[in-house]
């Protein structure tokens, strides 16, 4: 008898204990939300949840290392390419549709957010929200508590949200809170580094044996060919017929931009990516105009020539020049002014000036050895040496960035420190103050090449001594009368990542470098097969295939090789104009560009990825963003059996969610 009362006291209690426990946390809610699809060059969200996915709140880099060792070293970008709010040609589409809802690219007129309660909720209970943007008859509906509510909101206005979250008494809990989607157009600015060179978003996939020519000597050598090319492989009476081009160019690697080598592995896209991952209440309108071999003459101010065709079926020709990146910026924003007269730019991330002072032949006189294609280089300008590059950096370089400082000013208020410069690395180092020895390690894809010790010896100390101080020294006004304003002259300026590159250079050889690498790339230029007959078969030295290259693995170097950039990309200058184009897919000069065009002596995705970890505190600072608070990682206490409740009673009314119910005092977060 005593038993049965205890057990009716324990019925009575615990239904009673499990409310008190709900109302002790009335007023602990809070709502919740964030801008869904927030990077707004990514057509679909499950693209840019697999960013989020990768993101751990460690960096750009890091999260670059899990995208690539998902994507098994192929790289993450080549499913997401053909998903952009760009067309085959990388020209920014005005109307994009993005998740199936067409919108303004330049300006939008609303974004897509989701909005949820956090707190601990009732289980099982139904929440009544209710979203008033001043404009218009309220928004209402009802869902699950625990779930995710999805709608769009209006840019340039400021809901309010309001849920009524039901309490276990039968009364409810008002929470309101303010949403206000901040949408930043960043413009990206400048030339191969700033584009992404040596990184194709689809890298070329390669199989069999392909002949080339060596310059004004005529010898044959083979490397491996791009899968699925048809055409003659030989070097024997060959000729490049309009069919074989096209079917060439069809089995090239596929860049976001063809004829600049734009990709989305470029520090720039990486940077603007990372800042929309990391903060929930911004929309990031990026727009990409980097091209590769901009100078600021060809390439900011005036239009360059279009270097590569779209490998994409349908594509059968190449513009012939690709637009000044000042003039296109100026054309977008007043397309975005047209439809939001109050539109502004809000940050500019740049790198120019490399090719103002010759840098890709500097590169060439380091790394072609071979005397007769040093001669016939040399009298096309391919090769120059520290002496010349010296002298465009003190005679040209200041002036043209002045020029460039002026026409900069109107986008961004007349205030440059919008404008986040970030310099560049030196690529031939192997530690600090200790560059790359020189030899043929990287470089033997090409018979002519091999770095002159000697001659990269003195480039390296160019650009650590002369190139690279001199270039901050424009951008920060750091001098005497380099600006007339230096308060808002000086640019933000970004090199915190040179010091690492200093420990990943070209040269630069890790234990747990990609296998292919460390059996096939000879560090005594020893990769290829030399003999005629055989290298005709397989031109590998190793007993791999050529497609077991991965070229966005993990690696100790941070600098694409000549061998990388022939493996990753193999580009050829299609878009040149046919008067110039050679008549022979094999020739001696395609042989060279082969090697060395789509990106030898640039970053690779994991070197844009740091520095885009560097760029990226300037970004918020320039942007007054706060920095994500740090993310560490703790074991879980141990699980506690959970506390044994009687179940209510069976014949109880069922709550019903349509009636109101009434209120606790409003919670405001």
């Known amino acids: 008898m005593r038993l049965s009362v205890v057990l009716a006291a324990f019925l009575v209690v615990a239904p009673i204990n499990a409310a008190l426990a709900q109302l002790a946390d009335t007023g602990n809610f809070h709502i919740a939300w964030e801008v869904k699809n927030r990077f707004r060059l990514f057509r679909n969200d499950a693209d840019f949840m697999g960013q989020v996915a990768a993101s751990r709140g460690d960096g750009v880099l890091a999260a670059e290392r899990r995208l690539e060792r998902a994507s098994g070293g192929l790289g993450w970008a080549r499913d997401v390419v053909d998903h952009l709010c760009v067309d085959k040609f990388g020209k920014l589409l005005l109307t994009c549709e993005r998740d199936g809802v067409s919108e303004n690219y330049l300006a939008p007129r609303d974004h897509p957010i989701g909005v949820f309660v956090s707190g601990p909720l009732p289980p099982g209970a139904t929440c009544a929200w209710t979203f008033d943007d001043g404009d218009g008859p309220l928004r209402q509906m009802t869902a699950a508590c625990e779930d995710e509510v999805k709608l769009r909101v209006r840019y340039g206005r400021t809901t309010v949200a309001t849920v009524d979250v039901p309490l276990g008494d039968g009364t409810a809990q008002r929470v309101t809170t303010e949403i206000a989607v901040r949408d930043v157009l960043i413009a990206g600015l400048g030339d191969s580094i700033a584009a992404g060179e040596g990184n194709p978003d689809r890298a070329v996939r390669l199989e069999g044996s392909f002949c080339f020519r060596r310059l004004g000597t005529g010898t044959q050598y083979f490397r491996p060919s791009r899968a699925g090319f048809v055409g003659d492989h030989s070097c024997e009476n ?396 703790t074991p879980l206490p141990p699980l506690n059996p959970a506390p044994a409740v009687a179940p209510a009673p069976q014949n109880a009314p069922a709550p019903t969610p349509q009636a109101p119910l009434p209120l606790r005092p409003s919670a405001t977060p």
Request: overall charge negative.
């Open 238 to 633: 060959a000729t490049t017929s309009d069919g074989t081009a096209k079917d060439w160019a069809r089995h090239g690697a596929r860049w976001m931009s063809p004829a600049c080598h734009r990709s989305l592995y470029s520090y720039q896209l990486r940077t603007a990516l990372a800042l929309a991952v990391e903060q929930r209440h911004i929309a990031v309108t990026f727009l990409p105009l980097a091209c590769t071999g901009a100078s600021i003459d060809d390439g900011m101010f005036g239009s360059q020539m279009t270097d590569d065709c779209p490998a994409v079926v349908g594509i059968d020709s190449c513009p012939g020049s690709s637009p000044a990146q000042l003039s296109e910026l100026k054309d977008l924003m007043a397309a975005a002014h047209r439809v939001q007269p109050q539109r502004t730019l809000d940050m500019v991330l740049l790198t120019i000036g490399a090719n103002d002072v010759s840098f890709a032949a500097l590169v060439g006189n380091v790394i072609v050895d071979a005397t007769t294609e040093r001669v016939i280089l040399g009298r096309g300008g391919g090769i120059v040496g520290v002496q010349d590059s010296q002298r465009a950096l003190d005679r040209n370089l200041p002036g043209e960035f002045a020029k460039l400082r002026v026409a900069l000013k109107p986008f961004v208020d007349g205030d440059l420190s919008r404008v986040v410069y970030v310099s560049y690395a030196n690529p031939a180092m192997q530690a600090p103050n200790k560059p790359c020895p020189g030899g043929r390690d990287g470089l033997d894809i090409h018979p002519a090449f091999g770095a002159d010790a000697e001659r990269l010896r003195a480039a390296a100390e160019f650009v650590d001594q002369k190139f690279l101080p001199t270039l901050k020294a424009l951008a920060t006004c750091d001098g005497s009368q380099i600006c007339r304003d230096p308060l808002k002259d000086r640019m933000t300026f970004v090199d915190s990542h040179q010091a690492e590159f200093e420990k990943h250079g070209m040269c630069v050889h890790a234990p747990d470098d990609p296998v292919f690498d460390r059996d096939c790339f000879s560090p005594n230029g020893t990769s290829f097969v030399s003999n005629l007959v055989a290298a005709a078969e397989d031109p590998l030295a190793c007993s791999y295939p050529a497609s077991d290259y991965l070229p966005y693995a993990p690696r100790g170097r941070w600098i694409r090789t000549a061998n990388d950039s022939y493996f990753t990309a193999m580009t050829y200058p299609e878009g040149i104009p046919a008067t110039l184009k050679p008549t022979d897919i094999h020739d001696a000069l395609w042989g060279v560009y082969s090697a060395v065009y789509g990106g030898a002596v640039h970053p690779t995705a994991e070197g844009y990825a740091a520095m885009a970890d560097a760029a990226l505190p300037a970004v918020r600072g320039v942007l007054g963003v706060p920095e994500p608070p740090a993310v560490s990682a």
